[in-house]
C-alpha cells in the first residue's frame, strides 16, 4: 500500500521551512547594514540584538518541543520520530539564524582585525553553506512525509500481537499503515477469521480489534478491515471478501 502525505507538511510546516534562509539572511544583512561604517559598533550592536532574540526564540522552540516529545528520547531521535514538520522546523529555522549570525560576526571582526576585505565574502560563502545543509537536513528529515510513511515496526509489531491473540482471528496479514497527520493515521488489516463463527461474531470481533487497538494507538483514528481467507484456496476465493471500515 502507497504510504501517505502528512498535510502539515505542505501546509503549516511549509511555511516554516521557507522562513529559515530568510532569517538568516536578514540576520547577516543586518549585520554588515549594507555600507562600510567607520564605526563597528554598530555592526556589533545589531549582531549582538540579533543573537539574543534568535537565541531566546530557540531556547523556547527546544523547551516546547521536548515538552510534546517523549522524555526517553534525545534531540535528533526525537526530531527524526516526530510527524510534525512545524515543530521541529523552527529549530532548524533558529540554529541555522544563530549561525549565520555567529559566521556574520567572525567574518566581519577577522576582516578588520586582519585587514582581509576578502574574509567577509567568505562569511558569506559560510552562511550559504549553512542554508544549503538546513535545507538538506529539512528534506532527509520530511522527505518520508512528503512522499508518505507509516508507523513504525514496533507499532507494526504490537498490533499483530493484538490480532493474532483476539480468539476469533485464525490469522492475519502484516498490517499496513500511512499518516495523513501528525496525529492522524489509516490501519489497513487483512486477517482471516475461524470459519465456524458467525457473521454476528465477527462483527464482534471487528470491534474488539478496533477498541484494543486504538486503546494502545490513538494516532490511529481510521481502521479498514478487509475479511478474507489468506490461505488462497479456491473455495475461499469463489466467496466475495467481507470489508468493514471504521
Not at 576582516?111 to 538538506?136: E, F, K, N
Not at 490461505?231 to 468493514?244: A, D, I, L, T, V
Amino acid at each position: 500500500m502507497a504510504r501517505s502525505c502528512s498535510l502539515d507538511c505542505t501546509g503549516a510546516g511549509g511555511r516554516r521551512t521557507s522562513r529559515i534562509p530568510l532569517a538568516t539572511a536578514r540576520s547577516y544583512i543586518s549585520g554588515r547594514l549594507l555600507w562600510p561604517l567607520e564605526n563597528p559598533l554598530w555592526t556589533y550592536l545589531t549582531l549582538a540584538v540579533a543573537a539574543i532574540a534568535e537565541g531566546y526564540s530557540l531556547f523556547v522552540a527546544y523547551r516546547e518541543f521536548r515538552n510534546s516529545a517523549s522524555q526517553d528520547d534525545g534531540l535528533w531521535p526525537a526530531i527524526h520520530r516526530s510527524k510534525d514538520p512545524s515543530v521541529f522546523a523552527v529549530l532548524f529555522e533558529d540554529a541555522a539564524a544563530l549561525l549565520g549570525i555567529l559566521a556574520a560576526f567572525l567574518g566581519f571582526s577577522l576582516a578588520r582585525a586582519l585587514h582581509r576585505p576578502y574574509l567577509d565574502g567568505v562569511a558569506s560563502i559560510a552562511i550559504g553553506i549553512i542554508l544549503m545543509g538546513t535545507a538538506v537536513l529539512l528534506a532527509s528529515e520530511t522527505k518520508g512525509l512528503l512522499v508518505g510513511e507509516g508507523a513504525r515496526s514496533s507499532t507494526l509489531e504490537r498490533i499483530c500481537e493484538i490480532v493474532q491473540k483476539d480468539p476469533a482471528v485464525e490469522r492475519a496479514g502484516y498490517p499496513l499503515t500511512m499518516y495523513f497527520g501528525p496525529e492522524t493515521v489509516l490501519l489497513a488489516l487483512d486477517i482471516q477469521f475461524r470459519p465456524t463463527i458467525t457473521a454476528h461474531e465477527v462483527t464482534q470481533a471487528v470491534d474488539r480489534l478496533e477498541k484494543s487497538i486504538r486503546a494502545q494507538f490513538p494516532r490511529i483514528r481510521h481502521i479498514y478491515i478487509e475479511a478474507e481467507s489468506l490461505s488462497g484456496s479456491s473455495s475461499r476465493r469463489e466467496n466475495k471478501p467481507m470489508e468493514m471500515a471504521s
